[in-house]
């Protein structure tokens, strides 16, 4: 055991703390030379879940050689000339601690709740109702299967020709391709050309011609997007009442 020193101010060092009891624990931890074991023992109860009346504390050099054995609480820390770099290591003397048998490592030890899956069907607000409610309302959802004739009913009175107007942006324009687009995605569609350039294309999409308009005043969506009816082409020059 080291000898006692004497400690200038308020001087510490910065040590590696493993645990006996939790091999995955490794800490680097500063310490006063000034304080007390039992200081010491207090901030390390705090780290790591031991008491301090059932830790013992072993005292390691930076090549791995034991020491001291920290046995005296009233003891300034620096009185076992700890140095930077060294590892204090701890013992659990309790053997029924929470730090036993894995417990705060080990989570195969804890028991899983579980529940029936009649039991799971029969609970609001599950995530499985969530994403049964999302598919519902979003066919177009990965795992949620789209079939050919998706949205068929709401083509019946869009005609190829009809004025119109797309809910995205309130953009207006004229009718100019109804049906199935197999290369977009199953179900049905309505193309149409934009009275000014806010289309994505010419009505060529991924390779295939479903109607012929001016560069960026195409656009393909679905039926649900467009509202036919008297909408005539807006005045660029028009202004609001003042």
Same mark, same amino acid.
């Given at each position: 055991?080291?000898?006692?020193?004497?400690?200038?101010?308020?001087?510490?060092?910065?040590?590696?703390?493993?645990?006996?009891?939790?091999?995955?624990?490794?800490?680097?931890?500063?310490?006063?030379?000034?304080?007390?074991?039992?200081?010491?023992?207090?901030?390390?109860?705090?780290?790591?879940?031991?008491?301090?009346?059932?830790?013992?504390?072993?005292?390691?050099?930076?090549?791995?050689?034991?020491?001291?054995?920290?046995?005296?609480?009233?003891?300034?820390?620096?009185?076992?000339?700890?140095?930077?770099?060294?590892?204090?290591?701890?013992?659990?003397?309790?053997?029924?601690?929470?730090?036993?048998?894995?417990?705060?490592?080990?989570?195969?030890?804890?028991?899983?709740?579980?529940?029936?899956?009649?039991?799971?069907?029969?609970?609001?607000?599950?995530?499985?109702?969530?994403?049964?409610?999302?598919?519902?309302?979003?066919?177009?959802?990965?795992?949620?299967?789209?079939?050919?004739?998706?949205?068929?009913?709401?083509?019946?009175?869009?005609?190829?020709?009809?004025?119109?107007?797309?809910?995205?942006?309130?953009?207006?324009?004229?009718?100019?391709?109804?049906?199935?687009?197999?290369?977009?995605?199953?179900?049905?569609?309505? /193309? &149409? #050309? *934009?009275?000014?350039?806010?289309?994505? =294309?010419?009505? !060529? +999409?991924? /390779? &295939? #011609? *479903?109607?012929?308009?001016?560069?960026? =005043?195409?656009? !393909? +969506?679905?039926?649900?997007?467009?509202?036919?009816?008297?909408?005539?082409?807006?005045?660029?020059?028009?202004?609001?009442?003042?």
């Amino acid at each position: 055991m080291a000898s006692g020193l004497q400690i200038q101010g308020d001087e510490s060092v910065l040590l590696r703390v493993t645990h006996s009891n939790l091999k995955s624990f490794s800490a680097d931890i500063r310490f006063s030379l000034q304080m007390p074991v039992e200081s010491v023992k207090e901030k390390l109860w705090r780290k790591c879940g031991t008491s301090v009346n059932s830790m013992g504390l072993q005292l390691y050099d930076d090549t791995n050689t034991k020491i001291s054995d920290l046995t005296d609480n009233s003891r300034p820390f620096g009185f076992y000339s700890p140095l930077d770099g060294y590892r204090l290591h701890v013992i659990d003397l309790d053997p029924s601690s929470v730090t036993s048998g894995g417990w705060l490592e080990d989570t195969s030890l804890v028991e899983k709740y579980s529940i029936s899956e009649e039991a799971y069907e029969k609970r609001d607000g599950t995530f499985r109702k969530f994403k049964g409610k999302l598919n519902s309302q979003n066919p177009s959802t990965p795992g949620n299967k789209i079939f050919d004739n998706y949205m068929e009913d709401l083509c019946a009175n869009i005609k190829v020709g009809n004025r119109c107007e797309v809910e995205l942006g309130e953009k207006r324009g004229t009718v100019k391709f109804v049906g199935r687009a197999e290369n977009l995605a199953p179900g049905y569609w309505v /193309g &149409v #050309q *934009y009275d000014e350039p806010l289309g994505k =294309h010419d009505g !060529m +999409v991924k /390779g &295939v #011609q *479903y109607f012929d308009c001016p560069p960026l =005043h195409g656009a !393909m +969506v679905r039926p649900d997007k467009v509202k036919v009816g008297n909408y005539p082409e807006r005045d660029p020059f028009e202004v609001d009442e003042i």
